[in-house]
């Protein structure tokens, strides 16, 4: 059986607790003798400025890269929040990001329907809601040269940004995307401003000419940024898989995360270009942050870092029946009623973090019989 190398970031917060609690759901995959890993530990963000005054060090960046896949929680806290800008712990993230070439930011938006109800639109508009949201993650506005800030004669300030795609980067992102859409519901959805920015033109043409030499049996659309906003609060469900920018997909995401009603709830997967030796660089983190109100408190919701490490079943070892499965354990938990208190409706009791886990343990075994 091949062996999976992960490494391991609990970062800060409540990272080390929801990282304990995937831990058991790994365990309970590898007692059942159908994975074997290889796992190892590495500290990012506040963590690792408090032992080494950097939020990354180049060693841990060498041994996510050596890895199969990283698994990481969540940075940042208020106990960092007044160090200088270059190390505090969201460098530390961007750089490894950086560092692994991962440029596709994948982040389904999936509204169980035992939590319909927690989502604040009418359930009926996203009761069964299941897009897939792709980001591009290392180029655009946030790394864009020139950027700055610069003094005027007159004595005020000018920020700036510049915001550039080149034909490659769109080309990359664009084949994660299309592809994708492939394997679902064969429909993308390309997001761009490209009646006000070049860059938004060259992004909407290239990726046009992409589908019409590559890709003739998906259905591409194009969105500006702004009505793609209005229609995922008008009608979700049209979307299947969207494209976009790191700007507009930062957004967009985050937009689309709240259609589902709980933070806790969402994974994502960070997805490098696929090596000559056939590895491809990847990380699986959560989308929320490490909730300093309520660490150390043992009521984090494990679930978005346990369905994060289903994504990385499905997209980095190829075991999509094993993801299925897990999924399936915890829609299984979720509509006997067992929640989280970032979840639980009023008259629902709410168990904490290693229960949750427990939970999905104990219907992974009932499934698997
Ligand atoms: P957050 O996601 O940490 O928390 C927002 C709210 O959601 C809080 O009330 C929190 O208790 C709740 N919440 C988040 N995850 C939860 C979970 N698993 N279970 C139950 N409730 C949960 O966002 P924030 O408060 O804006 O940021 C806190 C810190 O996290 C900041 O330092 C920020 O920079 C950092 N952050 C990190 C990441 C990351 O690591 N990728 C992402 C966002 C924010």
Redesign the pocket.
């Given at each position: 059986m091949t062996v999976r190398k992960i490494l391991t970031l609990s970062?800060?917060?409540?990272?080390p607790e929801?990282m304990t609690a995937t831990r058991r759901v790994m365990d309970w995959f590898q007692a059942q003798d159908r994975i074997r890993f290889e796992i190892s530990e590495g500290l990012i963000?506040g963590s690792s400025y408090d032992v080494h005054k950097i939020p990354l060090t180049d060693d841990t960046v060498a041994r996510a890269k050596a890895a199969d896949a990283v698994l990481?929680?969540?940075?940042?806290?208020?106990k960092?929040?007044q160090l200088p800008y270059d190390v505090r712990?969201?460098k530390g993230?961007l750089r490894l990001r950086k560092e692994m070439g991962l440029f596709a930011n994948l982040r389904p938006a999936i509204v169980m329907d035992a939590l319909a109800g927690a989502s604040s639109l009418k359930t009926d508009l996203v009761r069964g809601l299941d897009i897939m949201i792709v980001r591009e993650l290392i180029g655009g506005i946030y790394f864009g040269e020139p950027r700055g800030v610069e003094q005027l004669p007159d004595g005020t300030r000018r920020g700036y940004n510049t915001q550039a795609y080149s034909t490659a980067e769109i080309l990359r992102i664009a084949h994660v995307a299309f592809e994708l859409a492939r394997k679902r519901g064969k429909r993308l959805c390309s997001v761009d401003k490209a009646n006000v920015m070049e860059s938004g033109l060259v992004w909407r043409e290239e990726i046009t000419k992409l589908r019409n030499a590559q890709y003739p049996d998906v259905d591409l659309s194009h969105m500006y940024i702004d009505n793609c906003s209005m229609q995922l609060v008008r009608a979700p469900k049209q979307f299947d898989v969207i494209v976009t920018d790191n700007l507009f997909g930062d957004i967009l995401s985050d937009l689309a995360s709240m259609l589902t009603g709980?933070?806790?709830?969402l994974p994502s997967a960070s997805l490098g270009a696929v090596g000559p030796d056939g590895r491809q660089p990847a990380m699986y983190?959560?989308?929320?942050?490490?909730?300093?109100?309520?660490a150390g408190k043992g009521?984090?919701?494990?679930?978005?870092?346990i369905l994060s490490f289903a994504m990385m079943l499905r997209y980095s070892f190829n075991l999509g029946t094993d993801a299925d499965l897990l999924k399936r354990a915890v829609q299984n938990v979720l509509s006997s009623g067992v929640r989280?208190?970032?979840?639980a409706e009023p008259g629902q009791t709410a168990i904490g973090?290693t229960a949750m886990a427990d939970a999905v343990v104990k219907e992974l075994t009932k499934l698997a019989k």
């Open positions: 970062g800060d917060g409540i990272g929801v963000g990481f929680a969540c940075i940042g806290g208020p960092w929040d712990p969201e993230l709980s933070l806790g709830m983190e959560p989308v929320h942050g490490s909730a300093p109100d309520i009521i984090a919701n494990p679930l978005a870092m989280t208190s970032d979840i973090t």
